[in-house]
């Protein structure tokens, strides 16, 4: 720990590929960092975006809904 750096655990779908086509894995476990500075409180069970293993914003459905839509809409694009 740093000042208000934390380690906190997240489970997330890494980005896999296989015979060509891409997916999203099976969900693993990652340590990420988390600057209270710059997010003053996260709760067990927030969906959160992640840059360079750093927590960057905590997401809301709308947000989460989007991101789901478009990274499908990206990965159908990629199996062409």
């Known amino acids: 720990k740093t000042e208000n750096i934390y380690e906190v655990i997240i489970e997330y779908q890494p980005l896999q590929e296989r015979k060509k ?3 999203l894995g099976k969900p693993v476990h990652k340590v990420v960092f988390w600057n209270k500075k710059f997010i003053p409180e996260i709760k ?3 969906r959160v975006a992640i ?3 750093h927590i960057v914003q905590i997401l809301s459905t709308k947000d989460l809904v989007n991101l789901k839509k478009y990274t499908q809409i ?3 694009s990629l199996d062409r």
């Open 44 to 46: 067990m069970g927030n």
């Open 21 to 23: 086509k891409y997916s």
């Open 74 to 76: 990206t990965l159908d």
């Open 51 to 53: 840059h360079w293993n």
